[in-house]
Antibody, heavy 121, light 107 residues
């Protein structure tokens, strides 16, 4: 059974840092691109960042570029999001999601349960 | 960046109703579109990918169509468990934008 379990969320002051983790199991983690998606309280979904299976390709939303860093450790079946210079508007539930990449389609087929990040003084 | 709009943003319907949600892209995205269902406090769930392919395990009352810039998600007969918020997402290019969502509520 595919499982994605996020951790590392919590309360942090503006300007602070936090590192999120996503532990993957039930599939060959090293074969899949992975993503972070966030959702501010009462708001819609916002894609944050993507990393390819071998970390060769990395993409960020403009809203986090230069402040957040996505990474992965295929040996540990884990995905990470290092978040620096946090702002109040980064307050959200952060989900990790597996991306399926085929010749004719891309989609996020499995999602974790999310971890809440609250940025407040 | 590709922008997605959804209409309506809110929909009130009854059990058994046929429901259609539209997603429009600001530029052509071929068929690189997915639909997700999200219930309060839960992670999104994939319903449709490649605009019209039903994800395994998703009931056949859900269907998707469209290509280019206009897409639709149809629920042929709304069931009690379908009351949720629905999001489209384009995967043609980065950033992987989502639509603003359509909340389907009980009439």
């Amino acid at each position: 059974e595919v499982q994605l379990v996020e951790s590392g969320g919590g309360l942090v002051k503006p300007g602070g840092s936090l590192r999120l983790s996503c532990a993957a199991s039930g599939f060959t983690f090293s074969s899949y691109s992975m993503n972070w998606v966030r959702q501010a309280p009462g708001k819609g979904l916002e894609w944050v960042s993507s990393i390819s299976s071998s970390s060769s390709y990395i993409y960020y939303a403009d809203s986090v570029k230069g402040r957040f860093t996505i990474s992965r450790d295929n040996a540990k079946n884990s995905l990470y999001l290092q978040m620096n210079s946090l702002r109040a508007e980064d307050t959200a539930v952060y989900y990790c999601a597996r991306e399926v990449v085929t010749l004719r389609s891309y989609y996020f087929d499995y999602w974790g349960q999310g971890t809440l990040v609250t940025v407040s003084s | 960046d590709i922008q997605l709009t959804q209409s309506p943003s809110f929909l009130s319907a009854s059990v058994g109703d046929r429901v259609t949600i539209t997603c429009r892209a600001s530029q052509g995205i071929s068929s690189y579109l997915a639909w997700y269902q999200q219930k309060p406090g839960k992670a999104p769930k994939l319903l449709i990918y490649a605009a019209s392919t039903l994800q395994s395990g998703v009931p056949s009352r859900f269907s998707g169509s469209g290509s280019g810039t206009e897409f639709t998600l149809t629920i042929s007969s709304l069931q009690p468990e379908d009351f949720a918020t629905y999001y489209c997402q384009q995967l043609n290019s980065y950033p992987r934008t989502f639509g603003p969502g359509t909340k389907v509520d009980i009439k």
